[in-house]
């Protein structure tokens, strides 16, 4: 299965990842042949099969109470954050 | 005596508790072998020494003081993937190049309550994204055996430290053979355990549902000492398995006769190295001779574990890597026009290029108009692989196999075809699909290289395959051979 280079800059803006002109045609190609990889799938049956959703059999998401365990940590957590002001993380302006 | 960097886990525990040496000088001693040779091997990303030394005098108190458990004052290196508080965590990609953890992960956690000290963080691939260690943004491991050669990924650096003696023991995480590979390529032991039997939390998290903590030591024996304090129940996880953790170390050396051994057909086909081969025929006479039953088995979709994987893995990781948004932690592009600018240049500078190779994947399998053909269709052959074991499991108790396809490769062979790379790992990836655990054991040296042979059991199944490694290393001396210039 090959794919373009339109596909790529489609796929690249989904996940909002910024390429250079230089990277496109390595992911053309690399998404290509790794597509080509998956592609092996359909040579498997799998008309009577359900898609796995846990690798342990018979496990559920575990769930808990809807309750308070955490405490604010907000300073501390806000000490990796890139640009931080009166506790509040900045991006760029939203509304113009 | 011998050097502490000569010792097993088990040899400093009992040196340590004799008082024969104290965790202070057995942390001196590994921090100058890591100081030494992280220029010759790159294994580490950080070294802290200083934490170290502190960590070490406050186990000899414990020691002093009678309120020791046996790894008090044993050093460890933990894979940089694990959060520890107050250091960094970096994954060994540049997104998360300058990240202090707020909290530590419950594996580092778990071994820190136990007085183990650690001595640095440990370079991998760039979000456990890679089967070489050539994409970590600090620059590759090299393989102590032949510096020219990868220690494979994507814990390369534990597994090259563990080889190097730079460390007793190191944890690693494993989601399509990052624990088993590197190990065989380096010649040490390498433990995944079951799907949920460690906690994730404070794990950075590639593919959620294949990701699991385990380690790379020297001996089966070790890992059972060490799995034991990392292993068990963690409400903050919410696949952590509720079950008892059983004394892993208690059960070694148990006979092994009458155990039932399966052979994996698919893994002995076509595309193995020749002299492998004959390294795991050569084991399983050994353990033939101890008893054991050994017969063939066939596994018909395990060839499909590839295909399956390079689905389901990338569309976890597309999920899972949407939280680094140049917002609240990580990487961010400088000068940003506007919110869609500042997420797309941090992600596109802060990602290496393997990275975003598998985020675009996996952002392509889950888009609209594929996801049933490719994720769900994955999903149902990644359900036949399970039952291929399964049944398998009704016949045998273990099935053994190689653990890689060739010996450890020469750096930059196999970086120009994603592909060529992926397939490192075709006989690692199964037990990952089927959330089973797996060891990996040195069986052998061709052309001067560590050959490995890689044990699978059923869920839960850890104290029989450190039980059935354990006999084979009381018998067999590969897993004590020291890379030349490492002695």
């Known amino acids: 299965m090959s794919l373009n280079r339109s596909d790529i800059v489609n796929i690249a803006r989904l996940a909002r990842l910024a390429l250079t002109e230089q990277e496109i045609p390595l992911y053309v190609e690399g998404?290509?042949?790794?597509?080509?990889?998956?592609?092996?799938?359909?040579?498997?049956?799998?008309?009577?099969?359900?898609?796995?959703?846990?690798?342990?059999?018979?496990?559920?998401?575990?769930?808990?109470?809807?309750?308070v365990t955490e405490t604010d940590r907000h300073e501390l957590y806000q000490r990796n954050a890139p640009q931080v002001e009166a506790g509040l993380y900045l991006v760029p302006r939203v509304i113009e | 005596m011998s050097a502490p960097h000569d010792m097993s886990v088990a040899e400093l525990s009992a040196a340590l508790q004799a008082r024969q040496l104290s965790s202070v000088e057995v942390t001196r001693a590994f921090l100058e072998r890591v100081t030494r040779h992280q220029a010759d091997l790159n294994a580490f990303i950080s070294i802290t020494a200083e934490a170290a030394l502190v960590e070490a005098a406050q186990a000899d108190a414990r020691l002093r003081a009678k309120d020791a458990g046996p790894l008090t004052g044993v050093p460890i290196a933990h894979k940089d993937i694990f959060c520890t508080r107050g250091e960094k965590t970096t994954c060994g990609s540049r997104m998360l190049a300058n990240f202090v953890s707020p909290y530590d992960a419950t594996v580092v956690e778990r071994l820190r309550a136990a007085g183990v000290v650690m001595l640095g963080k440990t370079n991998m691939d760039e979000f456990a994204m890679g089967s070489s260690n050539e994409t970590s943004f600090f620059g590759p491991v090299k393989n102590p055996w032949d510096v020219a050669r990868v220690p494979g990924g994507s814990s390369g650096g534990s597994a090259a430290a563990v080889a190097a003696r730079?460390?007793?023991?190191?944890?690693?995480?494993?989601?399509?053979?990052?624990?088993?590979?590197?190990?065989?390529?380096?010649?040490?032991?390498?433990?995944?355990?079951?799907?949920?039997?460690?906690?994730?939390?404070?794990?950075?998290?590639?593919?959620?549902?294949?990701?699991?903590?385990?380690?790379?030591?020297?001996?089966?024996?070790?890992?059972?000492?060490?799995?034991?304090?990392?292993?068990?129940?963690?409400?903050?996880?919410?696949?952590?398995?509720?079950?008892?953790?059983?004394?892993?170390?208690?059960?070694?050396?148990?006979?092994?006769?009458?155990?039932?051994?399966?052979?994996?057909?698919?893994?002995?086909?076509?595309?193995?190295?020749?002299?492998?081969?004959q390294h795991i025929r050569a084991a399983l006479d050994l353990l033939r001779s101890q008893g054991a039953v050994i017969k063939d088995v066939s596994l018909p979709n395990l060839p499909l574990s590839v295909p399956t994987y390079y689905v389901v893995a990338p569309a976890e990781c597309s999920s899972n890597l949407a939280r680094f948004d140049g917002v609240r932690y990580g990487h961010r592009c400088d000068n940003p026009r506007d919110l869609l600018d500042l997420y797309q240049r941090s992600r596109g500078e802060g990602f290496g290029a393997e990275v975003k190779r598998r985020i675009?994947?996996?952002?392509?399998?889950?888009?609209?108009?594929?996801?049933?053909?490719?994720?769900?269709?994955?999903?149902?052959?990644?359900?036949?692989?399970?039952?291929?074991?399964?049944?398998?499991?009704?016949?045998?108790?273990?099935?053994?196999?190689?653990?890689?396809?060739t010996t450890a490769f020469e750096l930059g062979a196999k970086?120009?075809?994603?592909?060529?790379?992926?397939?490192?790992?075709?006989?690692?990836?199964?037990?990952?699909?089927?959330?089973?655990?797996?060891?990996?054991?040195?069986?052998?040296?061709?052309?001067?290289?560590?050959?490995a042979m890689q044990i699978i059991g059923p869920h839960f199944g850890e104290e029989r395959l450190l039980n059935v490694a354990h006999r084979y290393q009381l018998e067999s001396d590969w897993h004590r051979r020291v890379p030349p210039g490492f002695a």
């Open chain 2, 415 to 451: 970086t120009s075809d994603p592909v060529t790379m992926y397939l490192n790992d075709i006989y690692t990836i199964g037990a990952n699909l089927a959330g089973l655990p797996a060891i990996s054991l040195p069986c052998g040296l061709s052309h001067g290289l560590p050959t």
């Open chain 2, 166 to 277: 730079l460390t007793p023991a190191a944890t690693a995480t494993d989601t399509g053979g990052s624990i088993r590979q590197p190990a065989a390529l380096c010649g040490v032991t390498g433990l995944k355990p079951t799907y949920g039997r460690v906690s994730r939390f404070g794990m950075v998290a590639f593919a959620s549902s294949l990701d699991q903590g385990g380690l790379i030591t020297r001996s089966a024996e070790d890992a059972a000492l060490l799995l034991g304090a990392m292993a068990g129940f963690d409400e903050r996880d919410s696949t952590s398995v509720e079950l008892p953790v059983p004394d892993y170390n208690g059960v070694l050396g148990q006979p092994i006769k009458g155990l039932k051994i399966g052979v994996l057909k698919e893994f002995f086909d076509k595309g193995l190295d020749p002299e492998i081969e």
């Open chain 1, 31 to 67: 998404l290509s042949r790794i597509m080509g990889l998956v592609g092996e799938l359909d040579r498997a049956d799998t008309s009577q099969v359900e898609p796995m959703a846990h690798p342990l059999p018979g496990q559920r998401q575990r769930l808990r109470f809807d309750s």
């Open chain 2, 360 to 405: 675009m994947t996996g952002t392509y399998v889950l888009s609209a108009g594929y996801y049933d053909a490719f994720y769900l269709k994955a999903q149902r052959v990644r359900q036949l692989i399970s039952n291929d074991f399964e049944r398998a499991f009704h016949e045998v108790d273990v099935v053994i196999g190689p653990t890689t396809p």
